[in-house]
C-alpha cells in the first residue's frame, strides 16, 4: 500500500516540476505554454498567415510635365498665329503656313546669327527673334510705378475691336506672350510696362490673360485713339474703316 502512494505521489508531482524546471531553463516557455489555446480538434494548429506585403511608401519618380516656360518649337507644318509672327519678324508673306518659304528664311536668319541652321525655329532662333513667351524670360517684369486703379468694361463695343484685332495682329501676330528682342514691348498689344500700369495693368503685360490685354488695350485705345501704336495704329484704323 505505501508503495502504490508513493508512486501516486511521484506522477502527481512530476509534471509541474518538470514545467518548472523548463521554465527556469528557457526564458518564456512557461509564459508559451500557458498562452497557447487549446487545440480541440485534435488537428495539429496552423500558424497565422504572413501579413501581405505592402508598396513602398516611396513615391515613384515621375518626368514633370513642360510648364508655360517651356518654349514651342515651329517646324515646317506649324500653323497659326506664332507663325504669323514668325514671318513678321523674318519680314516674307504672312499667312501663318511654316513651308518651304519660311524654312528658307529661318535657315538665312540661322546662318547670318551663326546658330545651328537647320531650317527649324527652335528656342535659340526664337530667342534671337525675340520670340520667346514672357515665362520663359529671366527675372521678373513689371513697372516700378503703382498700377493706376481703372474700371474694366466686361465688353469691348464691335467697331472698337475690330480695330484692336487689326492693331494686335500687326504688333504680335495676334500672339499675346510676344516680347520685343530687347524686352521694352511686351503682350498682344506691345504695351510698355509704364503703360500696361497707367491702365491698371500690374506685373508683365505678356504674362497677363488674353482677355484682361483686350480691355486694357480698349481703355487706351478709348482715351487716345491709336497714337498709342504710331505703326500699327493708323493701318489699323483703316482697314477696319474698309472692314
Request: with cysteine; hydrophobic share 35%.
Amino acid at each position: 500500500m505505501l508503495d502504490v502512494v508513493t508512486t501516486l505521489l511521484n506522477r502527481r508531482t512530476a509534471g509541474p516540476l518538470l514545467a518548472l524546471a523548463c521554465a527556469f531553463a528557457v526564458p518564456g516557455a512557461a509564459q508559451a505554454q500557458t498562452e497557447a489555446p487549446a487545440n480541440t480538434g485534435g488537428a495539429t494548429p496552423q500558424a497565422a498567415p504572413a501579413p501581405a506585403t505592402t508598396q513602398a511608401a516611396t513615391p515613384a519618380t515621375t518626368t514633370p510635365a513642360a510648364g508655360p516656360s517651356a518654349v514651342r518649337t515651329l517646324k515646317p507644318g506649324s500653323r497659326g498665329r506664332r507663325v504669323r509672327s514668325l514671318q513678321r519678324r523674318l519680314k516674307i508673306r504672312v499667312d501663318g503656313v511654316y513651308g518651304r518659304t519660311t524654312k528658307i528664311a529661318v535657315m538665312r536668319f540661322q546662318r547670318r546669327k551663326k546658330l545651328t541652321v537647320d531650317g527649324i525655329a527652335g528656342p535659340a532662333t526664337l530667342r534671337a527673334l525675340g520670340l520667346v513667351p514672357t515665362s520663359a524670360s529671366a527675372g521678373p517684369v513689371g513697372s516700378k510705378n503703382p498700377p493706376a486703379k481703372v474700371t474694366l468694361p466686361d465688353t469691348i463695343p464691335a467697331k472698337a475691336m475690330r480695330v484692336l484685332e487689326q492693331i494686335a495682329e500687326c504688333e504680335s501676330g495676334g500672339d499675346p506672350t510676344i516680347v520685343s528682342p530687347d524686352g521694352t514691348y511686351r503682350g498682344k498689344y506691345q504695351f510698355h510696362v509704364d503703360t500696361w500700369a497707367a491702365m491698371g495693368g500690374s506685373g508683365d503685360p505678356a504674362a497677363a490673360p488674353e482677355d484682361e490685354q483686350d480691355k486694357r488695350a480698349y481703355v487706351l485705345y478709348d482715351r487716345q485713339g491709336v497714337d498709342p501704336w504710331p505703326v500699327c495704329g493708323p493701318k489699323a484704323a483703316a482697314a477696319a474703316r474698309r472692314g
